[in-house]
Every structure is written in structure tokens, then in C-alpha cells.
């Protein structure tokens, strides 16, 4: 089993609260305030696509990391 420097792990951290505050401001954009924006609408449509794309980039720095150990 390797073990693994929490230096390299921490790399990830900004992503983690960019995902946190994207998922914040998700839900504070369901509120019933909002409900006849069209902008709000698009935006919360590709809410799941930025995450997912913040997916792919965590994926992408954790193994850059394990390939450099």
C-alpha cells in the first residue's frame, strides 16, 4: 500500500469548495424568488455540467499526482 502526502492531497481542496459553493448557490437559486428568470434557468441547467466537468479535473490532478510519486 502506498502512502500518500497530504501535501498532494490538498491540491484538491479548491476544487472540493467549488463544487460546495456551486451545490450552494444551486439550491439558493431554486427559490421560489427566481422562479420567472430565464438566465437563473440556464444557469441551473448547467449547474450538472460543471460539475462534472470539475469531476474530470479532479480526476486529472489526482492521477498527475500518483504518476509523479
Same mark, same amino acid.
Given at each position: 500500500?502506498?502512502?500518500?502526502?497530504?501535501?498532494?492531497?490538498?491540491? *484538491? $481542496?479548491?476544487? @472540493?469548495?467549488? /463544487?460546495?459553493?456551486?451545490? !450552494?448557490?444551486?439550491? #439558493?437559486?431554486?427559490?421560489?424568488?427566481?422562479?420567472?428568470?430565464?438566465?437563473?434557468?440556464? *444557469? $441551473?441547467?448547467? @449547474?450538472?455540467? /460543471?460539475?462534472?466537468?470539475? !469531476?474530470?479535473?479532479? #480526476?486529472?490532478?489526482?492521477?498527475?499526482?500518483?504518476?509523479?510519486?
Amino acid at each position: 500500500m502506498k502512502k500518500h502526502s497530504p501535501k498532494k492531497e490538498l491540491i *484538491l $481542496l479548491p476544487v @472540493l469548495f467549488v /463544487a460546495i459553493l456551486l451545490c !450552494v448557490a444551486g439550491h #439558493f437559486l431554486l427559490q421560489p424568488n427566481f422562479q420567472d428568470s430565464h438566465t437563473v434557468e440556464y *444557469l $441551473l441547467a448547467a @449547474l450538472p455540467f /460543471a460539475l462534472f466537468g470539475l !469531476v474530470i479535473i479532479a #480526476f486529472k490532478v489526482a492521477s498527475k499526482n500518483d504518476n509523479q510519486e
